[in-house]
């Protein structure tokens, strides 16, 4: 096979390749890294004796990802706060995955084997041969993995999950009430049982813990609105993040932030914050009030 095929085949495979590594680092900046580590040693294979190059290069992230993932576990076990993965703007939509933060939150609590094979078989529709070559384990066992894995993300899974257009609506109103301090209108948005959860990656202030309940929840939204003194961000969209809806804003600090909600019966269950820079640096802000990018 001629170079130029090769790498052909290999940029035609480069975003499927990148979402699986994502998933299963919870990183995009990592999930580029480990593509581009495919692709040198795709390069250096003999592409002649490849019958499926999408399986093969499948089983070459699928085995740099796990390998990554022993040190990244060593890292998050020291890391400042709570951890979320980087958030990826319409990348669950495109997908068609239906695999959203909150599940990628619950695949988090999965051993790595678990995780390689549910997302192999269930999402990247890779037949549990490939999952054993993948991640060195036998077909059966693979199989045992994966539905354990399935068991957990349907436990997870929202029982009614909202439309788009009620899910932007909802994030609209929500962006509104909580940077202006309207404390009834956060009454009404939030469910009983709401929980935030924030990433500052130990650089930028946020709630070092979640924080449970509406009473708690709107206390804290009524403390940030008090220090911008109800001030909007100067920029902000609103669209998907990781399949929930969700907003980008640029803070009065100048950097960006996401906020994604998961919700249910028409009221927010969960709050995603990210404020970590390093897992925002992926992210191109334009003024443009109507789209995300």
């Not at 790498?7 to 990148?18: N, Q, V």
């Not at 796990?66 to 040190?71: A, F």
């Not at 609103?238 to 028409?266: S, V, W």
Request: aromatic share 6%; hydrophobic share 45%.
């Amino acid at each position: 096979m001629a170079p130029d095929d090769a790498g052909a085949i290999f940029e035609a495979l480069r975003p499927r390749l990148i979402r699986i590594a994502y998933r299963m680092l919870g990183s995009v900046a990592e999930a580029e890294d480990i593509v581009q580590d495919a692709w040198l040693r795709w390069m250096g294979t003999d592409q002649a004796s490849v019958r499926d190059p999408r399986a093969f290069l499948a089983r070459i992230v699928t085995r740099l990802c796990l390998d990554h993932i022993k040190s990244a576990r060593v890292r998050r076990e020291t890391y400042p706060g709570t951890w979320l993965p980087e958030p990826a703007i319409e990348m669950a939509q495109d997908e068609g995955d239906n695999l959203t933060l909150t599940l990628m939150m619950a695949l988090e609590r999965l051993s790595p084997l678990e995780r390689a094979a549910f997302l192999l078989h269930d999402l990247f529709d890779i037949g549990f041969d490939e999952v054993a070559k993948a991640i060195g384990r036998d077909p059966v066992t693979c199989r045992k993995l994966a539905s354990r894995a399935r068991e957990h993300v349907r436990a997870s899974a929202p029982r009614f999950p909202v439309a788009e257009e009620h899910g932007h609506d909802i994030a609209e109103a929500f962006f509104h009430a909580s940077r202006s301090g309207d404390a009834t209108a956060l009454q009404s948005l939030l469910a009983q049982d709401v929980v935030i959860y924030s990433d500052g990656g130990g650089t930028r202030k946020t709630a070092l813990n979640p924080i449970f309940g509406r009473d708690k929840t709107i206390r804290f939204f009524l403390g940030v609105a008090g220090k911008v003194e109800g001030q909007m961000p100067s920029i902000h969209r609103i669209g998907r993040i990781d399949g929930l809806p969700g907003i980008l804003t640029l803070e009065e600090d100048g950097m960006p932030q996401t906020i994604a909600l998961a919700i249910e019966n028409g009221q927010i269950t969960a709050i995603y914050v990210m404020r970590n820079p390093d897992k925002l640096r992926h992210l191109r802000i334009v003024p443009d009030n109507d789209h995300m990018n």
